[in-house]
Nanobody, 124 residues
Framework: QVQMVDSGGDLVEAGGSLRLSCTASGLKIGDFAVGWFRQAPGKEREGVSCIAWSEDDPYYADSVKGRFTISRDSAKNTLYLQMNNLKPEDTAMYYC?????????????????WGQGTEVTVSS
Protein backbone atom coordinates (compact mmCIF):
# COMPACT_ATOMS: atom_id res chain seq x y z
CA GLN A 1 0.00 0.00 0.00
CA VAL A 2 1.40 3.37 -1.04
CA GLN A 3 1.36 6.15 1.51
CA MET A 4 2.79 9.65 1.25
CA VAL A 5 2.86 11.80 4.36
CA ASP A 6 3.63 15.46 3.94
CA SER A 7 4.48 17.84 6.75
CA GLY A 8 6.18 21.11 7.55
CA GLY A 9 3.41 23.58 6.88
CA ASP A 10 3.02 26.44 9.31
CA LEU A 11 2.05 30.06 9.79
CA VAL A 12 4.94 32.30 8.80
CA GLU A 13 5.46 35.98 8.15
CA ALA A 14 6.12 37.30 4.67
CA GLY A 15 9.80 36.98 3.84
CA GLY A 16 10.19 33.90 5.99
CA SER A 17 11.11 30.35 5.05
CA LEU A 18 9.67 26.87 5.45
CA ARG A 19 10.77 23.41 4.40
CA LEU A 20 8.09 20.94 3.50
CA SER A 21 8.81 17.22 3.72
CA CYS A 22 7.06 14.23 2.20
CA THR A 23 7.98 10.73 3.29
CA ALA A 24 6.79 7.86 1.12
CA SER A 25 6.19 4.22 1.87
CA GLY A 26 5.19 1.50 -0.55
CA LEU A 27 7.12 3.08 -3.39
CA LYS A 28 10.64 4.32 -4.02
CA ILE A 29 10.52 8.03 -4.81
CA GLY A 30 13.79 7.68 -6.71
CA ASP A 31 11.93 5.58 -9.30
CA PHE A 32 9.13 8.09 -9.84
CA ALA A 33 8.50 11.60 -10.99
CA VAL A 34 7.59 13.56 -7.89
CA GLY A 35 6.27 17.00 -7.25
CA TRP A 36 4.64 19.57 -5.05
CA PHE A 37 1.26 21.08 -5.77
CA ARG A 38 -0.80 23.67 -3.97
CA GLN A 39 -4.41 24.65 -3.76
CA ALA A 40 -5.64 27.93 -2.37
CA PRO A 41 -9.27 28.38 -1.29
CA GLY A 42 -11.52 28.77 -4.32
CA LYS A 43 -8.74 27.96 -6.76
CA GLU A 44 -7.68 24.92 -8.72
CA ARG A 45 -4.76 22.79 -7.66
CA GLU A 46 -1.61 23.91 -9.43
CA GLY A 47 1.84 22.53 -9.95
CA VAL A 48 4.53 24.28 -7.91
CA SER A 49 7.55 22.15 -8.70
CA CYS A 50 8.12 18.75 -10.25
CA ILE A 51 11.17 16.61 -10.89
CA ALA A 52 11.60 13.51 -13.00
CA TRP A 53 13.16 10.31 -11.67
CA SER A 54 16.32 11.31 -13.58
CA GLU A 55 16.35 14.66 -11.74
CA ASP A 56 17.05 16.48 -14.99
CA ASP A 57 15.64 19.96 -15.42
CA PRO A 58 13.19 20.41 -12.54
CA TYR A 59 10.05 22.36 -13.30
CA TYR A 60 9.15 25.42 -11.25
CA ALA A 61 6.07 27.56 -11.63
CA ASP A 62 7.01 31.08 -12.65
CA SER A 63 5.59 32.42 -9.40
CA VAL A 64 8.11 30.46 -7.30
CA LYS A 65 11.24 30.47 -9.48
CA GLY A 66 14.26 31.63 -7.54
CA ARG A 67 12.48 31.19 -4.20
CA PHE A 68 11.57 27.48 -3.99
CA THR A 69 13.82 24.45 -4.41
CA ILE A 70 12.72 20.85 -4.80
CA SER A 71 14.98 18.02 -3.71
CA ARG A 72 14.79 14.43 -2.61
CA ASP A 73 16.73 12.07 -0.42
CA SER A 74 16.35 8.58 -1.86
CA ALA A 75 17.99 7.01 1.18
CA LYS A 76 15.26 8.49 3.38
CA ASN A 77 12.63 8.09 0.65
CA THR A 78 11.70 11.70 1.32
CA LEU A 79 10.89 14.65 -0.92
CA TYR A 80 11.49 18.24 0.17
CA LEU A 81 10.41 21.69 -0.86
CA GLN A 82 12.52 24.52 0.50
CA MET A 83 10.52 27.73 0.35
CA ASN A 84 12.27 31.04 0.88
CA ASN A 85 11.10 34.63 0.76
CA LEU A 86 7.51 33.52 1.22
CA LYS A 87 4.73 35.81 0.10
CA PRO A 88 1.07 36.03 1.17
CA GLU A 89 0.08 34.67 -2.24
CA ASP A 90 1.92 31.44 -1.39
CA THR A 91 -0.77 30.70 1.19
CA ALA A 92 -2.35 27.36 0.30
CA MET A 93 -2.60 23.69 1.13
CA TYR A 94 0.48 22.00 -0.25
CA TYR A 95 0.47 18.41 -1.48
CA CYS A 96 3.26 16.09 -2.50
CA UNK A 97 2.63 13.60 -5.28
CA UNK A 98 4.30 10.84 -7.26
CA UNK A 99 3.67 9.58 -10.76
CA UNK A 100 5.18 7.59 -13.59
CA UNK A 101 6.48 10.60 -15.49
CA UNK A 102 5.46 14.19 -15.95
CA UNK A 103 7.22 14.87 -19.26
CA UNK A 104 7.80 18.47 -18.33
CA UNK A 105 4.15 19.07 -17.50
CA UNK A 106 3.70 19.54 -13.78
CA UNK A 107 -0.03 18.84 -13.83
CA UNK A 108 -2.05 17.06 -11.13
CA UNK A 109 -3.69 14.67 -13.58
CA UNK A 110 -0.32 13.05 -14.31
CA UNK A 111 0.29 12.06 -10.68
CA UNK A 112 -1.46 9.11 -9.09
CA UNK A 113 -0.17 9.05 -5.54
CA TRP A 114 -0.86 11.93 -3.17
CA GLY A 115 -0.09 13.08 0.32
CA GLN A 116 -2.83 14.37 2.59
CA GLY A 117 -1.66 17.98 2.42
CA THR A 118 0.08 20.39 4.74
CA GLU A 119 -1.13 23.94 5.25
CA VAL A 120 1.05 26.97 4.61
CA THR A 121 -0.15 30.39 5.70
CA VAL A 122 1.91 33.49 5.01
CA SER A 123 0.92 36.65 6.83
CA SER A 124 1.65 40.09 5.45
Amino acid sequence: QVQMVDSGGDLVEAGGSLRLSCTASGLKIGDFAVGWFRQAPGKEREGVSCIAWSEDDPYYADSVKGRFTISRDSAKNTLYLQMNNLKPEDTAMYYCAAGADFSGRCEPILFGYWGQGTEVTVSS
